[in-house]
T-cell receptor, first 114, second 114 residues
Framework: AQSVTQLGSHVSVSEGALVLLRCNYS??????LFWYVQYPNQGLQLLLK??????LVKGINGFEAEFKKSETSFHLTKPSAHMSDAAEYFC????????????FGQGTELSVKP | NAGVTQTPKFRVLKTGQSMTLLCAQD?????MYWYRQDPGMGLRLIHY???????AKGEVPDGYNVSRLKKQNFLLGLESAAPSQTSVYFC?????????????FGPGTRLTVL
């Protein structure tokens, strides 16, 4: 079965530093890929998604992610962290052959230090 | 538009009690989903619905039942609550299947079973 692995349950960066959140998936067939963000006491919000086409995907709030088939990865980056980026981030995949259901990673909590 | 709303926001139950969580969306979405979120496990799909009058099992359906009698509402029931069902429950909806359409989440219901 398809699975999603997010490396690091907690990531801490300084304000203005690069944000890198890692996501790897297990599949011989590239699925559709998503990043969601969850701010404290809120539901999830879609940041960006990759379905087909350009492998570098730009999302909201200055985030982007690159689909690398050879590495089965979909890492999320932002060049300069802002205090408001502190949240939990979830990578998710939609595998073609599993009935159209999203499969989520375990989440990475991002802390931003002043 | 209110988007996706969930009732109640918080609830404490004793083991063996029953309750129903209500999800409502005003976006005329076809698809609706119930997830549970547990620390370190991301979101796991409980049940979902691809249209009024239809429901299907997700990844962790045991101990839960659902109904979609009206297009805008998706109810999640716990017939006999157990401590293992302590979790945060999220409802979501999308117009089309999640591979090609954005999934919108509600704010969550925090349930504690004693």
């Amino acid at each position: 079965a398809q699975s999603v692995t997010q490396l690091g349950s907690h990531v801490s960066v300084s304000e203005g530093a690069l944000v890198l959140l890692r996501c790897n998936y297990s599949s011989s067939v590239p699925p559709y890929l998503f990043w969601y963000v969850q701010y404290p006491n809120q539901g999830l919000q879609l940041l960006l998604k990759y379905t087909t086409g350009a492998t570098l995907v730009k999302g909201i709030n200055g985030f982007e992610a690159e689909f690398k088939k050879s590495e089965t990865s979909f890492h999320l980056t932002k060049p300069s962290a802002h205090m408001s980026d502190a949240a939990e981030y979830f990578c998710a995949v939609w595998p073609y052959n599993q009935g159209g259901k999203l499969i989520f990673g375990q989440g990475t909590e991002l802390s931003v230090k002043p | 538009n209110a988007g996706v709303t969930q009732t109640p926001k918080f609830r404490v139950l004793k083991t063996g009690q029953s309750m129903t969580l209500l999800c409502a969306q005003d976006m005329n979405h076809e698809y609706m989903y119930w997830y549970r979120q547990d620390p370190g496990m991301g979101l796991r799909l409980i049940h979902y619905s691809v249209g009024e009058g239809t429901t299907a099992k997700g990844e962790v359906p045991d101990g839960y039942n659902v109904s979609r009698l009206k297009k805008q509402n998706f109810l999640l029931g716990l017939e006999s609550a157990a401590p293992s069902q302590t979790s945060v429950y999220f409802c979501a909806s999308s117009y089309w299947r999640v591979s090609t359409d954005t999934q919108y989440f509600g704010p969550g219901t925090r349930l504690t079973v004693l």
